[in-house]
């Protein structure tokens, strides 16, 4: 379980984080929407341990794993840089298929394009177990089909181990898709927070009916 109490993360006189209270429930894929600068980044930032927080009190499992939204790669091929990671050959060539990448298997990490970076990425991270996982805009560079299998790939992955799932999108179709809970920031603070589609249906504030009035299920 993920617990947040009176989280605030301040800049100098400048608020980006305010949240009263948050519980995240084993198992369960929450996503966090919101515009840019709205808090999402700097949540996930404090929740995997990267940023400290300003006040308040964060709760969270032994093992966590972070997919920033900026993502690398290390020097050789994919298949060497999901190994590099624990992962065996067999089950990197796994990942690598199931995130569209089996045909690259043997080409430079460094020649990628931006959505194939961000699969490969997204392959080292799945190569591990965790108990929570967070990702930052994990379909941001990709088209739609490589946002279809990064879809597909989060969800296996949290079938496989029930983890918890904590993931950034400006994406309606992963927010739908794959998460059971919505939470729209607004200035570090939620604005909404349920069910993706009663969120859509009757949103619990004018900023957020103004944020997802473009969105459809």
């Given at each position: 379980?993920?617990?947040?109490?009176?989280l605030k993360k301040c800049y100098g006189?400048?608020?980006?984080?305010?949240?009263?209270?948050?519980?995240?429930?084993?198992?369960?894929?929450?996503?966090?929407?919101?515009?840019?600068?709205?808090?999402?980044?700097?949540?996930?930032?404090?929740?995997?341990?990267?940023?400290?927080?300003?006040?308040?009190?964060?709760?969270?499992?032994?093992?966590?794993?972070?997919?920033?939204?900026?993502?690398?790669?290390?020097?050789?091929?994919?298949?060497?840089?999901?190994?590099?990671?624990?992962?065996?050959?067999?089950?990197?060539?796994?990942?690598?298929?199931?995130?569209?990448?089996?045909?690259?298997?043997?080409?430079?990490?460094?020649?990628?394009?931006?959505?194939?970076?961000?699969?490969?990425?997204?392959?080292?991270?799945?190569?591990?177990?965790?108990?929570?996982?967070?990702?930052?805009?994990?379909?941001?560079?990709?088209?739609?089909?490589?946002?279809?299998?990064?879809?597909?790939?989060?969800?296996?992955?949290?079938?496989?181990?029930?983890?918890?799932?904590?993931?950034?999108?400006?994406?309606?179709?992963?927010?739908?898709?794959?998460?059971?809970?919505?939470?729209?920031?607004?200035?570090?603070?939620?604005?909404a927070d349920g069910a993706p589609s009663?969120?859509?249906?009757?949103?619990?504030?004018?900023?957020?009916?103004?944020?997802t009035s473009g969105w459809k299920i």
């Amino acid at each position: 379980m993920v617990e947040i109490k009176s989280l605030k993360k301040c800049y100098g006189d400048r608020t980006v984080l305010d949240i009263p209270e948050l519980v995240f429930e084993n198992g369960t894929v929450t996503a966090l929407a919101g515009a840019n600068g709205s808090g999402k980044t700097t949540l996930l930032r404090i929740l995997a341990g990267i940023i400290k927080k300003t006040e308040g009190s964060v709760k969270t499992p032994a093992s966590v794993l972070y997919l920033p939204q900026q993502c690398y790669a290390f020097r050789g091929n994919l298949i060497k840089n999901i190994t590099l990671s624990g992962a065996d050959e067999k089950e990197a060539s796994v990942l690598l298929r199931k995130l569209g990448l089996d045909n690259l298997a043997s080409k430079k990490a460094k020649s990628l394009s931006g959505g194939e970076l961000q699969r490969l990425a997204l392959c080292r991270i799945l190569s591990k177990k965790c108990e929570l996982l967070l990702l930052d805009e994990p379909t941001s560079a990709c088209d739609a089909r490589g946002a279809q299998l990064v879809t597909e790939a989060i969800n296996d992955y949290k079938e496989k181990y029930g983890c918890t799932v904590i993931m950034s999108t400006h994406s309606p179709a992963l927010a739908v898709n794959s998460a059971q809970r919505l939470i729209v920031l607004g200035s570090g603070r939620i604005e909404a927070d349920g069910a993706p589609s009663d969120i859509l249906s009757s949103p619990e504030s004018q900023w957020a009916k103004s944020f997802t009035s473009g969105w459809k299920i």
